[in-house]
């Protein structure tokens, strides 16, 4: 069974930095795609940044110049490195992988989605 972990989130004032980070655990070879997507309350679901398997990088314009996505292979990890926040940042973000090859090495195209880190940015 394959999980997504987040972890990294809180509470933390304007301009402020955070980082988020989500494993991705189970039997593993290698994750596809991986991205994090942001859900504020009353708002639908967005994506925030993604990173392909080739480390190639999209980012919403609300975040460029700002936020970082990156990730560590070798764990089955991304990140999303988070600075210069403002109120508006303010939402549950998830993460997601769009594929991943297992043990077996079968390719397995789906959305694995995590449960979500809390960011919160107040004065």
């Known amino acids: 069974q394959v999980q997504l972990v987040e972890s990294g989130g809180g509470l933390v004032h304007p301009g402020g930095s955070l980082r988020l980070s989500c494993a991705a655990s189970?039997?593993?070879?290698?994750?596809?795609?991986m991205g994090w997507y942001r859900q504020a309350p009353g708002k639908q679901r967005e994506l925030v940044a993604y990173?392909?398997?080739?480390?190639?990088?999209t980012y919403a314009d609300s975040v460029k110049g700002r936020f970082t996505i990156s990730r560590d292979n070798a764990k089955n990890t991304v990140y999303l490195q988070m600075n210069s926040l403002k109120p508006e940042d303010t939402a549950v973000y998830y993460c997601?992988?769009?594929?991943?090859?297992?043990?077996?090495?079968?390719?397995?195209?789906?959305?694995?989605w995590g449960q979500g880190t809390q960011v919160t940015v107040s004065s």
């Open positions: 990173i392909s398997s080739g480390s190639s990088t």
């Open positions: 189970g039997s593993i070879f290698s994750v596809y795609g």
């Open positions: 997601n992988a769009d594929g991943l090859v297992d043990l077996a090495g079968t390719a397995l195209i789906d959305d694995y």
